[in-house]
């Protein structure tokens, strides 16, 4: 991959459907290794990684590009082109892969049952395998469980080549990155190293940013009172120089207002206001040049948020039936008002049957309850909006209050019949908060969600007063939020006093 070479020259992309460019004027030279591609929902992560893999070409400039390019998307409904062959093929590159992937034979005849993981494992170990030197891959661990995404992973960092990835997987990021791509606004700005390091250069640019932009806005304040002053000054010279007042006849005095206008002693103040303005006004655009980062509160929570009673539930030792020949035993299970447990396993390993089991000894009130579903339908969005739009004012204005800290502007959410599934999450926790829950219970919280909108929705919970049970593979996001880890492990449910690393 010694000749591989991708470089956008002056890039612009914008969709028939579009009037304001998606990607504009956008100009970088890439190297080997793993680009990570960040922002929100809509920024143009996936428009980017289309034009490096050339299933786009840019409206203006040009993306030059040498070596074979592939793209994967996200969805994964059928079959992957190559995967027959890639199955049969008996190199020792496929069989590496294969292995790694834990990619059996028959998958090539029942696609249709595979799971998203496997299909996702399969999609990438046939990619890999066509050695492609730039490699865009969308979303690669989306829905998939730990198993699954430490495959994709691992699999994903035997590429050499000139790598893009989008993904909200921060390990993932900080594992395989060597630059982050942070695209907001219509602005691209590339920094060095894995996510983290530049988040936190991120941070540090912002917090100077934010510095400077306080400064120019004291010298503003400083200059508009130095430009009363002189406004008023050269108000009184025009009135000292101006004839009107002054009898016809009293030539002295209209001698004496035309040495003044000759010699601009009383203009004095007149240039001075003058050199003010052009002061405020250079001021006023170097204001308007520093962009810093919105930013939303976190405090969410409305008082009565925890629960008088002793227990949430109160679940005595015993089994679900997970199927013919399966089932999940579990100890014990009690959780007090306060706290945080991460429910974790692979997927099919009857988390959600443990959670429905678990519904039926609750010792909470219906109203004071919040439960996030892993995915929620378009009816049940319908009707989310319909009950949003048939709030009183004082009700709806603290929701959307609770959206804005969740990442989301309120006004988009409501000027839309249907917003987006994220958007639709934010607003089921929003609706549930105002009412003041006991018990949260969230089935990969995540899901749909952006990268800032995951680290919004992080720090809201992060004060969570009330009960907390979550079903996630987002180790980063259990560590920062769970006390305690209730994990499928094999037919059995073991608990732990904290959570585990992954």
Request: aromatic share 6%; charged share 25%.
């Given at each position: 991959?010694?000749?591989?070479h991708l470089?956008?020259?002056?890039?612009?992309?914008?969709?028939e459907?579009?009037?304001?460019?998606?990607?504009q004027?956008?100009?970088?030279?890439?190297?080997?290794?793993?680009?990570?591609?960040?922002?929100?929902?809509?920024?143009g992560?996936?428009?980017?990684?289309?034009?490096?893999?050339?299933?786009?070409?840019?409206?203006?400039?040009?993306?030059?590009?040498?070596?074979?390019?592939?793209?994967?998307r996200?969805r994964?409904?059928?079959?992957?082109?190559?995967?027959r062959?890639?199955?049969?093929?008996?190199?020792?590159?496929?069989?590496?892969?294969?292995?790694?992937?834990?990619?059996?034979?028959?998958?090539t005849?029942?696609?249709?049952?595979?799971?998203?993981?496997?299909?996702?494992?399969?999609?990438?170990?046939t990619?890999?395998?066509?050695?492609?030197e730039?490699?865009?891959?969308?979303?690669?661990?989306n829905h998939?469980?730990?198993?699954?995404?430490?495959?994709?992973?691992e699999?994903?960092?035997?590429?050499?080549g000139?790598?893009?990835?989008?993904?909200?997987?921060?390990?993932?990021?900080?594992?395989?990155?060597?630059?982050?791509?942070?695209?907001?606004?219509?602005?691209?700005?590339?920094?060095?190293?894995?996510?983290?390091e530049g988040?936190?250069?991120?941070?540090?640019?912002?917090?100077?940013?934010?510095?400077?932009?306080?400064?120019?806005?004291?010298?503003?304040?400083?200059?508009k009172?130095?430009?009363?002053?002189?406004?008023?000054?050269?108000?009184?010279?025009?009135?000292?120089?101006s004839?009107?007042?002054?009898?016809p006849?009293?030539?002295?005095a209209?001698?004496?207002?035309?040495?003044?206008?000759?010699?601009?002693?009383?203009?004095?103040?007149?240039?001075?206001?003058?050199?003010?303005?052009?002061?405020?006004?250079?001021?006023?655009?170097?204001?308007?040049?520093?962009?810093?980062?919105?930013?939303?509160?976190?405090?969410?929570w409305?008082?009565?948020?925890?629960?008088?009673?002793?227990?949430?539930f109160?679940?005595?030792a015993g089994?679900?039936?997970?199927?013919?020949?399966?089932?999940?035993?579990?100890?014990?299970l009690?959780m007090?008002?306060?706290?945080?447990?991460?429910?974790?396993?692979?997927?099919?390993s009857?988390?959600?049957t443990l959670?429905?089991?678990i519904?039926k000894?609750?010792?909470?009130?219906?109203?004071r309850?919040?439960?996030?579903?892993?995915?929620?339908s378009?009816?049940?969005?319908r009707?989310?909006?319909?009950e949003?739009?048939?709030?009183?004012?004082?009700e709806?204005?603290?929701?959307?209050?609770?959206?804005?800290?969740?990442?989301?502007?309120?006004?988009?959410?409501?000027?839309s019949d249907?917003p987006?599934?994220?958007?639709v999450?934010k607003?089921?926790l929003?609706?549930?908060?105002?009412?003041?829950?006991?018990?949260?219970?969230?089935?990969?919280?995540?899901?749909?969600?952006?990268?800032?909108?995951?680290?919004?929705?992080?720090a809201?919970?992060?004060?969570?007063?009330?009960?907390?049970?979550?079903i996630?593979?987002?180790r980063?996001?259990?560590?920062?939020?769970?006390?305690?880890?209730?994990?499928?492990?094999?037919?059995n449910l073991v608990?732990?006093?904290?959570?585990?690393?992954?």
């Open positions: 991959m010694n000749h591989t470089a956008f020259q002056n890039v612009s992309f914008t969709y459907s579009g009037i304001i460019p998606i990607i004027d956008f100009t970088l030279q890439f190297r080997h290794g793993w680009s990570g591609v960040v922002g929100a929902n809509g920024a992560k996936s428009t980017l990684l289309k034009l490096a893999a050339g299933v786009l070409e840019p409206v203006r400039g040009q993306v030059i590009r040498k070596g074979p390019a592939l793209y994967c996200q994964m409904d059928t079959m992957p082109e190559r995967f062959a890639f199955v049969d093929a008996a190199d020792a590159e496929a069989w590496r892969l294969k292995s790694a992937l834990e990619i059996e034979p028959g998958w005849d029942r696609w249709g049952s595979l799971s998203f993981g496997e299909r996702k494992r399969a999609q990438i170990g990619a890999l395998w066509m050695r492609p730039i490699f865009a891959v969308d979303e690669p661990t998939l469980d730990a198993d699954a995404a430490r495959m994709v992973g699999a994903l960092a035997m590429f050499r000139i790598g893009f990835l989008v993904s909200h997987d921060r390990d993932l990021l900080d594992r395989l990155c060597i630059q982050c791509i942070f695209m907001q606004g219509g602005d691209i700005v590339v920094r060095a190293g894995n996510y983290s988040l936190l250069q991120l941070e540090r640019e912002q917090m100077h940013d934010i510095a400077i932009l306080d400064q120019l806005k004291q010298e503003q304040k400083k200059l009172r130095l430009a009363a002053k002189h406004r008023d000054e050269a108000s009184q010279s025009h009135r000292k120089r004839k009107r007042g002054i009898p006849k009293d030539h002295d209209k001698f004496k207002k035309n040495i003044a206008r000759v010699t601009g002693k009383d203009g004095t103040a007149g240039k001075l206001l003058n050199q003010m303005e052009g002061r405020i006004r250079q001021t006023r655009d170097r204001i308007a040049e520093i962009k810093v980062m919105k930013t939303y509160g976190s405090g969410i409305i008082e009565g948020c925890r629960s008088g009673r002793n227990v949430l109160a679940v005595p089994a679900v039936a997970l199927g013919h020949t399966r089932s999940l035993h579990f100890p014990e009690r007090k008002p306060s706290d945080r447990i991460a429910l974790t396993g692979p997927n099919g009857g988390k959600s959670v429905r089991y519904l000894h609750l010792n909470v009130d219906s109203d309850l919040i439960i996030m579903p892993q995915e929620i378009i009816d049940e969005s009707r989310v909006m319909d949003i739009h048939g709030m009183t004012g004082e709806k204005g603290l929701m959307m209050t609770v959206v804005s800290r969740l990442g989301s502007r309120p006004e988009r959410v409501l000027s249907l987006s599934p994220g958007e999450r607003c089921l929003a609706m549930g908060i105002v009412r003041r829950p006991h018990l949260i219970i969230m089935d990969e919280p995540t899901n749909h969600l952006d990268l800032p909108s995951i680290e919004c929705l992080e809201a919970l992060s004060d969570c007063p009330c009960g907390l049970l979550l996630s593979h987002d980063r996001l259990l560590a920062r939020l769970a006390d305690m880890e209730w994990r499928t492990e094999g037919s608990c732990y006093p904290y959570v585990h690393g992954a």
